[in-house]
């Protein structure tokens, strides 16, 4: 299953959601999708590590779906 746009998506994917982890870790930021425990303005660092899992499995994806080179 070499599919190049699979590459590519999941390429696009791993970097937003590498964004999104490094967001959740800054302080004084209000961050969406908090639970009640810690407040939204402090870092969220669940939502910080599920999303560099997130981005860590979207690598691997993009690596098991890459195209193969162009033979001579």
Not at 12 to 21: P, R
Not at 22 to 43: C, E, Q, R, W
Request: proline share 10%.
């Amino acid at each position: 299953m070499k599919n190049p746009a699979l590459f590519v998506g999941a390429i696009v994917v791993a970097v937003i959601a590498l964004g999104l982890g490094v967001f959740y870790l800054i302080p004084n930021v209000y961050h969406p999708l908090t639970s009640g425990k810690v407040p939204a303005m402090d870092p969220q660092p669940t939502h910080a590590i599920v999303f560099f899992v997130l981005a860590v499995l979207l690598v691997i994806v993009a690596l098991v779906t890459r195209p193969k080179a162009a033979s001579r």
